[in-house]
Nanobody, 121 residues
Framework: VQLQASGGGLLQAGDSLRLSCAAS????????MGWFRQAPGKQREFVAA??????YYADSVKGRFTISKDNAKNSGYLQMNSLRPEDTAVYYC?????????????????WGQGTLVTVSS
């Protein structure tokens, strides 16, 4: 199983960016997909998740970020709008099979390598 996150970059506050997550080796439609991020010196935190029951977001990104999942393409996306300097982090995509909780990194079975998003003020 492989997940590959891509699309990170250096941006200015207010910019938009779309991250992609390409999955292989698993039946993507059977898995929840999550996005997490980790800023320097901080713990990995939940950003968003896509489940059969809907989409879920951290309060800090609600209304600015949109998660989507294309099972036919084995791909997931995170559209990030109105970026802020505090969004600066390495972003990881992850897949979970029937997670007990979608908000905890420990619930996810597979992880991508991360892509760096840097937002300057």
């Amino acid at each position: 199983v492989q997940l590959q996150a891509s699309g990170g970059g250096l941006l200015q506050a207010g910019d938009s960016l779309r991250l992609s997550c390409a999955a292989s080796g698993l039946t993507f439609s059977s898995y929840d997909m999550g996005w997490f991020r980790q800023a320097p010196g901080k713990q990995r935190e939940f950003v968003a998740a896509s489940s059969w029951s809907g989409a879920y977001y951290a309060d800090s990104v609600k209304g600015r970020f949109t998660i989507s999942k294309d099972n036919a393409k084995n791909s997931g996306y995170l559209q990030m709008n109105s970026l802020r300097p505090e969004d600066t982090a390495v972003y990881y995509c992850a897949a979970a099979y029937r997670p007990s909780t979608r908000y905890s990194p420990s619930s996810y079975d597979y992880w991508g390598q991360g892509t760096l998003v840097t937002v300057s003020s």
